[in-house]
């Protein structure tokens, strides 16, 4: 039941070599200046980790420590705790970026007994220090739970006193290699130990993957969101309480609603059934019957030659084609309509245009979840307010 373990299938992750463009070698700070200045307030600026760490998440500059030591941590809004790989044992040379907490004066290690080592699943005390071991994607860690001072760039200092997992042995790849803090709604997230400050309110607007950019915002407090942007009520699954999870009314593919029964799409907390809006996944997947009428009707639209299936992409195109927007309708009603920037992913040559959306597993806890994933979400902004129970969505073009 660990939603940990909500990740893209292998096949997918897959494909994304096809799609992958040359990494860039730098990270830009250039586009720094759009972000207002000025105290906790503003924005904290995001870019796709694609390009910089080839992973799938949207991250931001975090300072962790006394001095600060500066970290790309990858913003994960179906995860709880806060991790990064610990180092910094004098005389070994990091070979990437890690947190060196005896480097830094203000990191205190997380007692065996205290409340912050009963937020942790299955915390142990091998030690006087409470450890506890994580699984995300197919990589497994141990970590220790320390707390320090964090602060996410622009952000002002979110927490003097952050709670997050030093990893010190991970087991697998393509996790985000300097770390991630969740903001999902567990209390170790960081809506959750910043809610003091922050409200448990937050926003962002995530650029074009295929941008290099820091040009997308995360908005961390109540003010300065939009006031005028349609929302639907936020729904809690007991059984999997990190995760955002929205009533998905209905889809459209063009103008015409997609006939899927009312019972594929209804939340069931018990099975798990339902829709969350996630910008740890990077292409919308849809429960097997779901995803099935979707891809049905866009074909149909489409209606030229479908192409071999790329990655875990089943409907592409060689041919320059006119596709429709798609529409999710949740409750409220309020309806999300998807340009053609959300709706497909072309190939680096250009050549081939797929559905950026698969179906989700055959069996397991996720089969009948849907999840709305950050490629369906770019340029547009994504309001997370946890405080009045709603999740708001309007267009806005954050891509550089
Ligand atoms: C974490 O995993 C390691 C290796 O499998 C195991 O030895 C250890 O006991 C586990 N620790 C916890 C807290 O479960
Ligand atoms: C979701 O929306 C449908 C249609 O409006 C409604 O019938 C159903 O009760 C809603 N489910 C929840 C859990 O709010
Ligand atoms: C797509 O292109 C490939 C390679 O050029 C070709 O083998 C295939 O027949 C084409 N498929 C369609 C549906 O046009
Ligand atoms: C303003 C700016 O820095 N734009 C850059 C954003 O990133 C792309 C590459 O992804 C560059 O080509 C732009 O110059």
């Given amino acids: 039941m660990s939603p940990l373990r909500l990740r893209l299938p292998v096949p997918v992750l897959l494909l994304l070599s096809t799609f992958w463009w040359a990494p860039s070698t730098a990270v830009r700070s250039s586009t720094l200046h759009l972000a207002r200045r000025g105290g906790r307030r503003s924005f904290v600026p995001i870019a796709p980790g694609r390009q910089i760490l080839s992973i799938p998440n949207y991250v931001a500059r975090a300072r962790l420590g006394t001095p600060a030591q500066t970290l790309l941590v990858a913003i994960d809004p179906s995860n709880d705790a806060a991790w990064v790989p610990c180092g910094g044992r004098t005389g070994c040379a990091a070979s990437a970026p890690s947190f060196a907490p005896t480097q830094s004066s203000t990191y205190r290690p997380v007692r065996c007994g205290s409340p912050a080592c009963a937020q942790v699943p299955g915390p142990s005390c091998p030690g006087a220090s409470c450890a506890f071991n994580l699984t995300y994607a197919a990589s497994t860690f141990q970590a220790l739970l320390g707390q320090d001072s964090l602060a996410l760039e622009n952000g002002g200092v979110a927490a003097a006193s952050y709670t997050f997992g030093c990893l010190h042995v991970v087991t697998g790849s393509s996790v985000p290699p300097q770390g991630l803090v969740g903001f999902g709604r567990g209390p170790l997230s960081f809506p959750s130990q910043t809610k003091d400050v922050d409200g448990s309110v937050f926003s962002y607007c995530l650029p074009s993957y295929k941008s290099s950019n820091f040009s997308g915002t995360l908005r961390l407090s109540p003010i300065g969101q939009p006031k005028r942007i349609k929302t639907t009520p936020l729904l809690s699954n007991p059984h999997r309480p990190s995760l955002y999870y929205v009533n998905m009314t209905g889809i459209r593919v063009g103008s015409r609603p997609v006939s899927v029964p009312a019972s594929a799409l209804a939340f069931d907390p018990g099975s798990g059934r339902g829709t969350i809006i996630d910008a740890g996944t990077m292409f919308t997947r849809l429960s097997a019957p779901v995803y099935a009428a979707v891809r049905d009707a866009f074909r149909r639209r489409v209606r030229a030659p479908v192409a071999a299936p790329l990655g875990g992409f089943d409907t592409c195109y060689n041919v320059t084609v006119a596709v429709p927007a798609v529409s ?56 997370f307010d946890v405080a009045n129970g709603r999740i708001g969505f309007a267009r806005e073009l954050c891509t550089l």
């Fill in 328 to 383: 999710f309708t949740f409750a409220g009603p309020v309806t999300v309509t998807l340009p053609e920037e959300n709706v497909v992913i072309r190939s680096s040559s250009g050549g081939v245009a797929c559905l950026a959306m698969a179906a989700g597993p055959a069996d397991g806890v996720d089969a009948a979840l849907n999840v709305v994933a950050s490629m369906q979400q770019q340029n547009h902004r994504v309001l």
